[in-house]
């Protein structure tokens, strides 16, 4: 059985330094509990802080890229694949996931969210916008999830992938 999967989608530039927190936050829990952590793959913001807490914590990290080659691909990502597809490796990003925590909330992943919700997985937001949260709890009741808290967030990734992530 392969591994689970938490996708953590966020602003690769601009993040809040809470949004940089619980990325790292959440990349540290994933890997004590076994659960390989999936980014947008590049060296910053929410995508690099995810990657770094996964890995200080002896975690397995993918970066999903969406350049032509690896030269923006942070040093925390275990496996590194390359799209040349720009934001179209949205999808991936989130089908690939087995939960999504959005960590922050920019347009790239407002896209993310909403490719999520399409795709039919459950997204755990983390952000301090309260009108877009409202807003997608509103459109997608049984597949979004607000969590304003670490506690909260791992929470409902216990609840929602079992106490033994493996």
């Keep these: ?13 601009k ?5 940089l927190e619980n990325a790292y936050t959440i990349g540290q829990y994933c ?4 659960i390989t952590i999936l980014t947008g793959g ?3 913001g929410v995508m690099e802080a995810a990657l770094k807490g ?10 999903v890229l969406p350049f032509s080659d690896k030269t923006h691909a942070s040093e925390y990502a275990d496996h590194v694949i390359v799209t040349s597809m720009g934001s179209g490796r949205n999808n991936i ?3 690939s996931s087995d939960i999504v925590v959005a960590c922050g909330l920019e347009a790239g992943t407002l896209s993310e969210v909403a490719l999520a919700i399409k795709g039919g997985k459950i997204v755990i937001l983390m952000t301090q916008k309260e009108d877009a949260k409202s807003f997608l709890k509103n459109l997608a009741p049984r597949q979004v999830a607000i969590a304003n808290s670490i506690g909260d967030a791992t929470t409902i990734i216990e609840k ?5 992530a493996d």
């Design 31 to 34: 890997a004590k509990n076994n």
């Design 93 to 95: 990003n989130v089908l």
């Design 160 to 164: 929602i992938l079992g106490h033994d």
């Design 42 to 44: 590049s060296n910053a």
């Design 54 to 63: 996964a890995k200080e914590a002896d975690g397995d990290t993918i970066g």
């Design 15 to 19: 993040p809040t330094s809470q949004d």
């Design 1 to 13: 059985m392969p591994k689970k999967i938490v996708g953590v989608m966020g602003p690769g530039s």
